[in-house]
Nanobody
Framework: QVQLVESRGGLVQAGGSLRLSCVAS????????MGWFRQAPEKEREFVAA????????YYADSVKGRFTISRDNAKNTVYLQMNSLKPEDTAVYYC????????????????WGQGTQVTVSS
């Protein structure tokens, strides 16, 4: 069992930056692939970024590539999402998620989810 707790999001102006973190409980964090997803009002949850257990394989949605960076620190049981050059369309509730084995882009393939944190980007 893994419990995930995201850091507080916030309100940021367009062009600004924000870093989210997600702390996992349990001793097997390093064996999990981690993902970040987001869900805007009246939209489906969508893939943002994913990282494998070692950090050696990383994937991004095209919409955030070059602006967002996912990373992890297995010693701290934490995964991060650094978000730069934020746009109003990045406004959403952001979730971290964990799954065994390999990364995946489909939300339904993840076993554990955080509670979500609101990120609002003003224009």
């Amino acid at each position: 069992q893994v419990q995930l707790v995201e850091s507080r999001g916030g309100l940021v102006q367009a062009g600004g930056s924000l870093r989210l973190s997600c702390v996992a409980s349990g001793r097997t964090f390093s064996s999990y692939a981690m993902g970040w997803f987001r869900q805007a009002p009246e939209k489906e949850r969508e893939f943002v970024a994913a990282i494998n257990w070692s950090g050696g394989s990383i994937y991004y949605a095209d919409s955030v590539k070059g602006r967002f960076t996912i990373s992890r620190d297995n010693a701290k049981n934490t995964v991060y999402l650094q978000m730069n050059s934020l746009k109003p369309e990045d406004t959403a509730v952001y979730y971290c998620a964990a799954r065994s084995f390999r990364t995946h882009r489909i939300p339904g393939e993840y076993d554990y989810w955080g509670q979500g944190t609101q990120v609002t980007v003003s224009s």
